[in-house]
């Protein structure tokens, strides 16, 4: 029986209990059927977004198992099971094997919103690269570039930062196209934005095989950094559809902090945190197995919204603007 667990990367606190033994694979053999069956019923019995993604499983099976039991090749097994897994339109959902890694990639049909050719060319200067925080004062404001939730953070690399901004009106955190990674890096931020004990968001984890069958929501609570300085004034966030998981978690974080906004255009979601378990040929697979949501009781699977939307579009970029950052700034320094 091989061991189900979880990815906890994504977020800390959550304590997901995934580390059961998960009935199907002890006499499971490594033939189409058995490996698409497996996958399709760990699907049924552990994936928690059904409901929200409006999606009947059982339809899905009777589609895509015939497709599996007539493949003649592992590529074309991984093709029809990928496929499969792609109905979900969850980037938190994906088979791993020796040759491919299933992907669904939620900002290809939106726009950019982004550029950091535009934003080194003509607002950075001569910025500071602090470990992996590009940072600097743009008129009058402060402006912290933070590119992967997957490069750390240390504290003193924070201190510097905010005592270089100590004094302005306020600091935009540029989070555009960071695509997730370690959480715990976006909580070391974000206590630097309260001043107290504050619910940053809440989940629920899909503890059985029934459609129903969750844990009790759970709020999860953030307490200052109370050892070190704090950020100052108004907190703009800007966001892109290609922020995604951690970064839509630390987004999520934003709309319980007083005094902080989102700028740009609604995240990418990825409210899920992984879970994964073997086939019987040895692949590998993920899934969504818990559900997240905002303060305000929203599931942000599909996104974390705005508070204030702005676009930049092509040609804002081929006149070297970037309308997002010029309405942060404006924002800050006006507080409208």
Same mark, same amino acid.
């Given at each position: 029986?091989?061991?189900?667990?979880?990815?906890?990367?994504?977020?800390?606190?959550?304590?997901?209990?995934?580390?059961?033994?998960?009935?199907?694979?002890?006499?499971?053999?490594?033939?189409?059927?058995?490996?698409?069956?497996?996958?399709?019923?760990?699907?049924?019995?552990?994936?928690?977004?059904?409901?929200?993604?409006?999606?009947?499983?059982?339809?899905?099976?009777?589609?895509?198992?015939?497709?599996?039991?007539?493949?003649?090749?592992?590529?074309?097994?991984?093709?029809?099971?990928?496929?499969?897994?792609?109905?979900?339109?969850?980037?938190?959902?994906?088979?791993?094997?020796?040759?491919?890694?299933?992907?669904?990639?939620?900002?290809?049909?939106?726009?950019?919103?982004?550029?950091?050719?535009?934003?080194?060319?003509?607002?950075?200067?001569?910025?500071? =690269?602090? &470990?992996?925080? *590009?940072?600097?004062?743009?008129? %009058?404001? !402060?402006?912290?570039?933070?590119?992967?939730?997957?490069? #750390?953070?240390?504290?003193?690399?924070?201190?510097?930062?905010?005592?270089?901004?100590?004094?302005?009106?306020?600091?935009?955190?540029?989070?555009?196209?960071?695509?997730?990674?370690?959480?715990?890096?976006?909580?070391?931020?974000?206590?630097?934005?309260?001043?107290?004990?504050?619910?940053?968001?809440?989940?629920?984890?899909?503890?059985?095989?029934?459609?129903?069958?969750?844990?009790?929501?759970?709020?999860?609570?953030?307490?200052?950094?109370?050892?070190?300085?704090?950020?100052?004034?108004?907190?703009?966030?800007?966001?892109?559809?290609?922020?995604?998981?951690?970064?839509?978690?630390?987004?999520?974080?934003?709309?319980? =902090?007083? &005094?902080?906004? *989102?700028?740009?255009?609604?995240? %990418?979601? !990825?409210?899920?945190?992984?879970?994964?378990?073997?086939? #019987?040929?040895?692949?590998?697979?993920?899934?969504?197995?818990?559900?997240?949501?905002?303060?305000?009781?929203?599931?942000?699977?599909?996104?974390?919204?705005?508070?204030?939307?702005?676009?930049?579009?092509?040609?804002?970029?081929?006149?070297?603007?970037?309308?997002?950052?010029?309405?942060?700034?404006?924002?800050?320094?006006?507080?409208?």
């Amino acid at each position: 029986m091989r061991k189900f667990g979880s990815i906890l990367l994504l977020v800390i606190g959550l304590g997901v209990t995934a580390c059961e033994n998960l009935f199907y694979s002890s006499e499971k053999e490594n033939n189409n059927a058995d490996n698409f069956d497996v996958l399709w019923q760990a699907m049924k019995d552990r994936y928690a977004l059904f409901e929200y993604k409006k999606i009947n499983w059982d339809s899905i099976q009777t589609v895509y198992r015939p497709l599996a039991l007539q493949a003649q090749s592992d590529q074309e097994l991984y093709d029809v099971m990928a496929a499969m897994l792609n109905t979900l339109k969850d980037g938190h959902t994906n088979l791993r094997t020796p040759f491919d890694i299933s992907r669904y990639l939620p900002y290809l049909e939106a726009p950019a919103n982004y550029s950091f050719d535009v934003l080194e060319r003509n607002y950075l200067g001569d910025y500071r =690269i602090t &470990g992996y925080l *590009l940072n600097q004062e743009i008129d %009058g404001v !402060g402006y912290l570039h933070y590119r992967s939730f997957a490069t #750390p953070i240390l504290e003193d690399e924070l201190d510097f930062v905010v005592d270089r901004f100590k004094g302005l009106p306020g600091v935009i955190i540029d989070i555009r196209n960071n695509e997730g990674g370690n959480p715990e890096n976006g909580l070391k931020i974000a206590a630097r934005l309260i001043k107290e004990r504050t619910k940053i968001y809440s989940f629920k984890t899909k503890n059985g095989p029934g459609p129903s069958d969750f844990s009790e929501e759970k709020d999860i609570f953030l307490d200052p950094n109370q050892q070190n300085p704090h950020f100052e004034g108004r907190i703009v966030v800007l966001t892109n559809r290609k922020v995604y998981s951690a970064g839509s978690y630390f987004s999520a974080y934003i709309k319980g =902090i007083p &005094g902080a906004i *989102l700028m740009g255009d609604d995240t %990418g979601g !990825g409210c899920g945190v992984p879970a994964g378990y073997d086939l #019987p040929n040895g692949w590998y697979f993920n899934y969504s197995s818990t559900i997240g949501y905002t303060v305000d009781g929203l599931n942000f699977e599909g996104g974390v919204p705005v508070d204030i939307r702005v676009e930049m579009t092509q040609a804002d970029i081929a006149a070297g603007r970037d309308p997002i950052l010029e309405r942060a700034i404006q924002y800050i320094k006006t507080g409208s």
